[in-house]
């Protein structure tokens, strides 16, 4: 992976979604905007409760999307998604998502790049298991390939071994068959293809001392 993108924490984002509408302001001429509001426009949005609610749909979906991106980072149509679900105006969504993504706070490539390096080191997902994660946010397919693209096969093959080596210990006692399922059935499932599964399971088996003949018999070639 060439890439670590790291999200900043919960404690901060109200700050960093402020500086960077500050930025783009001072970019424009304009004035940055007190600490603690982000404004656009006409409206603005304290990031302290108490200061009465948004009035406009724009305020509504800003305060939305921060209180989202607030938790964890949020593709774009994560975040129309959930002004969708609220109800907030398509015109006033698009406005606000734009907003977003030209200062920063919405990133669909470095989302997709984060999950892959999380979910890959985290979970040992495979490549065809994170793309399918990513499409399910509606991260773009050009976005998608680039990232897992990061993921080469020689490091998915080493997170394959390193995932039946765990598993192995669990699967003693259990007779050849059982065992072949059970390894190989996890790793499909973390997304990794049928002979790239069935060779590293070949392997560890053999490693363990099992008859590669008797494997050879159970296991197609891969």
């Known amino acids: 992976m060439t890439r670590r993108t790291e999200w900043p924490d919960s404690a901060g ?28 426009g006409g409206g ?44 907030v105006p398509d015109e006033a969504a698009e406005e606000v998502l734009a907003r977003f993504e030209d200062v920063g ?20 997902l495979a490549r065809r298991a994170l793309a399918r994660e990513l499409r399910t946010k509606g991260v773009d397919s050009a ?10 096969a020689e490091q998915e093959e080493s997170t394959a071994r390193e995932l039946v080596t765990r598993k192995l210990r669990t699967t003693r006692g259990l007779d050849r068959d059982k065992r072949l399922r059970r390894l190989a059935g996890m790793l499909a499932r973390k997304g990794y293809p049928e002979g790239l599964a069935l060779r590293v399971v070949r ?20």
């Open 44 to 87: 603005s949005l304290p990031s302290r409760a108490g200061s009465g609610p948004p009035r406009t749909p724009e305020e509504q979906a800003r305060a939305i999307c921060l209180r989202l991106l607030t938790g964890s980072a949020r593709t774009r149509r994560q975040l129309a998604d959930a002004l969708r679900e609220r109800g």
């Open 105 to 124: 706070l919405i990133d669909d490539a470095a989302f997709a790049d984060a999950w892959v390096e999380s979910r890959h080191h985290g979970r040992g």
């Open 203 to 222: 392997r560890a088996l053999e490693e363990e001392g099992e008859d590669p003949d008797l494997l050879d018999h159970h296991l197609p070639d891969a």
């Open 13 to 40: 984002f109200g700050s960093a979604a402020g500086d960077a509408e500050n930025r783009s302001r001072r970019n424009r001429g304009a004035a940055p905007e007190e600490d603690g509001a982000v404004r656009d």
């Open 143 to 152: 976005l998608i390939d680039e990232a897992v693209g990061r993921l080469d």
